[in-house]
T-cell receptor
């Protein structure tokens, strides 16, 4: 069984400041980890994923995340926030494969990122 | 290549009616997932289907909910006798496992169900 905890339902940063969104997970098997972004009334878009290769993962729009097994964390960062980054961000975990495909994802509750001008 | 398509985008039903949500996966994708997003919550996995097979329905409510992915046509999530608590956004995702390694689930835009 897997679970995901996202600390902070709302995070507010100034434009140009560092963005840090926290995600901790639990998994009984080596995890696959994901960050998705959701803009209002839209579906989810994959930002980046960790699949047991490099522990520092770079994604789209300047985001990156670091997998830390000892801390069971996968925090999302961006050096300089832009107004267009305002959205809902979800961390998700998957345990791997079943039925020849991939397991359903387990999502955190999300973090609403607010960018102050 | 068109993305995952869901229709309708918005659906309004009265209590006791049936809701049918449709999902057309990306071309070449034979795996479909349904998720539900309640207000102020993350997405919750409901069911995982391949063509003509339910692989994992561990997240589906035991009553009133069913899903299918026929050999031809879209995947259908069916909710019978809807109640107000069914009001949510329902997302479909599809995946292809023809390439090696872990494959990304591609999400559709969702169907927002409102039960009056």
């Amino acid at each position: 069984a897997q679970s995901v905890t996202q600390l902070g339902s709302h995070v507010s940063v100034s434009e140009g400041a560092l963005v840090l969104l926290r995600c901790n997970y639990s998994s009984s098997v080596p995890p696959y980890l994901f960050w998705y972004v959701q803009y209002p009334n839209q579906g989810l878009q994959l930002l980046l994923k960790y699949t047991s290769a490099a522990t520092l993962v770079k994604g789209i729009n300047g985001f990156e995340a670091e997998f830390k097994k000892s801390e069971t964390s996968f925090h999302l960062t961006k050096p300089s926030a832009h107004m267009s980054d305002a959205a809902e961000y979800f961390c998700a975990v998957s345990g791997g494969y079943s039925g020849g495909g991939a397991d359903g994802l387990t999502f955190g509750k999300g973090t609403h990122l607010i960018i102050q001008p | 290549n068109a993305g995952v398509m869901q229709n309708p985008r918005h659906l309004v039903r009265r209590r006791g009616q049936e809701a049918r949500l449709r999902c057309s996966p990306m071309k070449g994708h034979s795996h479909v997932y349904w998720y539900r997003q309640l207000p102020e919550e993350g997405l919750k996995f409901m069911v995982y289907l391949q063509k003509e097979n339910i692989i994992d329905e561990s997240g589906m409510p035991k009553e009133r909910f069913s899903a299918e992915f026929p050999k031809e046509g879209p995947s259908i999530l069916r909710i019978q006798q809807v109640v107000r608590g069914d009001s949510a956004a329902y997302f479909c995702a599809s995946l292809s496992i023809r390439t090696s390694g872990y494959n990304e689930q591609f999400f559709g835009p969702g169907t927002r169900l409102t039960v009056l």
